[in-house]
T-cell receptor
Framework: NAGVTQTPKFRILKIGQSMTLQCTQD?????MYWYRQDPGMGLKLIYY???????DKGEVPNGYNVSRSTTEDFPLRLELAAPSQTSVYFC?????????????FGQGTRLTVV | KQEVTQIPAALSVPEGENLVLNCSFT??????LQWFRQDPGKGLTSLLL?????REQTSGRLNASLDKSSGRSTLYIAASQPGDSATYLC?????????????FGQGTRLTINP
């Protein structure tokens, strides 16, 4: 079981460039998330998905787009990269339910926009 | 709006001490609370998950408690070791608005000195 896998691990982008952060999970989880973590801060939710074909905005969606065509994959697209998007990005997944639904995280993608 | 606070932001203790990390949240309407560990440059590793109906969970030298009515959780680490040095994050899953996501605290950076 690989769990949640993110690629790439590191990336440097120039202002105005675009890229896609990849996330895949092999646990058959319906729910998937993208968070960003800025230095000294907690994680903030960018987008989430409750199943294939269904996505919704989180707290900080501006400048990002997502799609969910399969249960396994949840890519995050950055259009027109800006320095404010320099951050560490984490993908997570979990099963549906109320109580004992543990969230699992990927290892993160460290993105620098210069 | 649910807010999660972790105090202190950093803690340094000698090896062998028992210690407590604190997490407080503003809205008691939660499904669960999860404690994570994050090593520098790494992803989040789930340590313990407490459902809203539970008072505590234990795993090895770790014990997490939950007092939902007062909006508090603690993570107790017994007989601390240098390998416990990391940032510890707590997160709650709201049971009303925003039930799909986790709301994170900013973390406590723990250093165990040999």
């Amino acid at each position: 079981n690989a769990g949640v896998t993110q690629t790439p691990k590191f990336r440097i982008l120039k202002i105005g460039q675009s890229m896609t952060l990849q996330c895949t999970q092999d646990m058959n989880h319906n729910y998937m998330y993208w968070y960003r973590q800025d230095p000294g801060m907690g994680l903030k939710l960018i987008y989430y998905s409750v199943g294939a074909g269904i996505t919704d905005k989180g707290e900080v969606p501006n400048g990002y787009n997502v799609s969910r065509s399969t249960t396994e994959d949840f890519p995050l697209r950055l259009e027109l990269a800006a320095p404010s998007q320099t951050s560490v990005y984490f993908c997570a997944s979990r099963t549906p339910g109320q109580g004992f639904t543990e969230a699992f995280f990927g290892q993160g993608t460290r993105l620098t926009v210069v | 709006k649910q807010e999660v606070t972790q105090i202190p932001a950093a803690l340094s203790v000698p090896e062998g001490e028992n210690l407590v990390l604190n997490c407080s949240f503003t809205d008691s309407a939660i499904y669960n609370l999860q404690w994570f560990r994050q090593d520098p440059g790494k992803g989040l590793t789930s340590l313990l998950l407490i459902q809203s109906s539970q008072r505590e969970q234990t795993s090895g030298r770790l014990n997490a408690s939950l007092d939902k009515s007062s909006g508090r959780s603690t993570l107790y680490i017994a007989a601390s070791q240098p390998g416990d040095s990391a940032t510890y994050l707590c997160a709650v899953r709201p049971s009303i608005q925003g039930a799909q996501k986790l709301v994170f605290g900013q973390g406590t950076r723990l250093t165990i000195n040999p």
